[in-house]
């Protein structure tokens, strides 16, 4: 009996020190929050402004995220990247402003030894390779492409008066991103190679750089329809912003619907998402913000802790140790009831 009682007080002793311990690791938690810089290349971008207010959202009582607006400038984003160490951020989400030039965000991070997540502005292979605490989330633009070609064959093949002057081809224009942006070549080839693969027979009429900027995208696809008028059957964008900004171009020229190409775009912003809903888009590209905001932050809280980024090969994965990117998704009037309020 006496034996008995012996090994029931030294397991309730063992139990109680368990919880204590347990207790005190929760208080230590709590004393040392977790600290996550940001900087964006631009707030004012709308995919990623609600990408990064996304990601802020996320933050709580464990955790603080502080974020920077690099306003298209790389050295002020450098020197936001030192101010986030000399402050003592635990991991820097970085969304370079200049994907070619990471140097001197690398040196000042692998100085101080804070890890760095770049995310949407991929930075060249060899970049990434340069420090093993250096990785990326955002995803495969090649895919968005394809996608994107993929609703522009389905639009002139469920429609045929697409081919409105019934030369057997469709005619288009191309709005394009940033210059050296690896969403803006890649979507475009991989559009246009889709569309073809499908068995479309495609003239194109022009292209224009708009920076992902919608008022840019309204000054170029006026040009576009001065010069050309109802030849244009289809505008193809590299993102919704600038859809929509060719959308402005046949408004504002007072342009009844009946006479508009079909437009495409790619992202599933809140103001995407109207187009599509109100029938302006024929479809878009889901680019997945809640997706890529959520790897984001997991990863980062992963990396405070001194972890690494396998403990998240459960739920993503995870490409040469150092990528996380997220599946595109096809929009349609169809199915866009699944990603409005997402
Ligand atoms: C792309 C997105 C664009 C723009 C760009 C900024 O992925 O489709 O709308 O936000 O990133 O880097």
Redesign the pocket.
């Known amino acids: 009996m006496k034996k008995v009682l012996v090994t029931l007080l030294t397991a309730l002793c063992l139990l109680t020190t368990i919880l204590s311990g347990c207790g005190k690791q929760s208080e230590n938690k709590s004393e040392s929050k977790i600290k996550i810089g940001v900087s964006a290349?631009?707030m004012y971008?709308?995919?990623?402004g609600q990408?990064v207010e996304l990601f802020q959202s996320f933050q709580n009582e464990d955790v603080e995220i502080v974020v920077y607006n690099a306003a298209q400038s790389q050295q002020t984003q450098n020197s936001q990247v030192r101010k986030m160490i000399e402050d003592g951020m635990d991991v820097i989400c970085v969304?370079l402003v200049d994907r070619t030039d990471p140097t001197a965000v690398i040196d000042a991070a692998r100085k101080a030894d804070v890890p760095v997540i770049f995310f949407?502005?991929e930075l060249v292979e060899g970049d990434i390779g340069r420090w093993d605490k250096l990785f990326y989330i955002?995803?495969d633009?090649e895919q968005?492409g394809v996608m994107e070609g993929e609703l522009a064959a389905w639009a002139c093949i469920t429609n045929k008066e697409l081919d409105r002057n019934g030369d057997g081809m469709i005619q288009f224009v191309v709005l394009e991103?940033?210059a050296g942006?690896q969403?803006a070549i890649v979507?475009t080839e991989a559009s246009i190679n889709t569309m073809k693969k499908q068995g479309i027979e495609i003239d194109k009429l022009g292209y224009a750089i708009a920076n992902?900027n919608r008022a840019q995208a309204q000054t170029k696809a006026t040009q576009f329809i001065e010069d050309y008028g109802d030849d244009i059957e289809l505008v193809l964008s590299?993102?919704?912003?600038?859809a929509l900004g060719a959308i402005d171009a046949y408004e504002a020229m007072a342009i009844p619907r009946n006479k508009w190409p079909a437009i495409l775009g790619?992202?599933g912003?809140d103001v995407g998402l109207e187009a599509v809903k109100d029938d302006k888009m024929v479809g878009t590209v889901y680019?997945d913000k809640e997706g890529q905001a959520t790897a984001m932050f997991e990863l980062a809280c992963v990396l405070a802790k001194g972890g690494s980024i396998d403990e998240l090969s459960d739920k993503y994965t995870i490409e040469n140790e150092r990528y996380i990117r997220l599946p595109y998704a096809k929009v349609t009037s169809s199915n866009i009831i699944q990603f409005i309020g997402r």
């Open positions: 290349y631009d971008d709308t995919f990623l990408l969304n949407n502005r955002g995803a633009a968005s991103g940033e942006h969403d979507r992902w590299n993102n919704d912003d600038m790619i992202d912003t680019n």
